[in-house]
Nanobody, 129 residues
Framework: QVQLVESGGGLVQVGDSLRLSCAVS????????MAWFRQAPGKEREFVAA????????YYADSVKGRFTFSRDNARNTAYLQMYSLKPEDTAVYYCAADVARFGGYTLNYSRGDPYDYWGQGTQVTVSS
């Protein structure tokens, strides 16, 4: 059984930085495609960043490109989301997700929820102005 546990959220000011962590247990983390999504109150879940395990390609939503950085430490079975220059519109619950079964066509579908078999419980990020 694969489990994902996010941490690192909190209340910050505009322009601050924050690093989220996603600790993964079970299976072979280094072979998982990993992603971060977020959901703001009253809004649908949206894609933030994703990393393809094979080749290491990372994808970002336009809204976070240049401000957020995805990374992973396969030795620690942990994925990270480093967030810089935070804005009020970044306020949301952030979820990490794992594609364990290696969804076919991942490159075309990484920003959708479909490829991901497992999700964390989420961590709240609040950016105050």
């Amino acid at each position: 059984q694969v489990q994902l546990v996010e941490s690192g959220g909190g209340l910050v000011q505009v322009g601050d930085s924050l690093r989220l962590s996603c600790a993964v247990s079970g299976g072979t983390f280094r072979t998982y495609n990993m992603a971060w999504f977020r959901q703001a109150p009253g809004k649908e879940r949206e894609f933030v960043a994703a990393n393809r395990w094979s080749g290491g390609t990372t994808y970002y939503a336009d809204s976070v490109k240049g401000r957020f950085t995805f990374s992973r430490d396969n030795a620690r079975n942990t994925a990270y989301l480093q967030m810089y220059s935070l804005k009020p519109e970044d306020t949301a619950v952030y979820y990490c997700a794992a594609d364990v079964a290696r969804f076919g066509g991942y490159t075309l579908n990484y920003s959708r929820g479909d490829p991901y078999d497992y999700w964390g419980q989420g961590t709240q990020v609040t950016v105050s102005s």
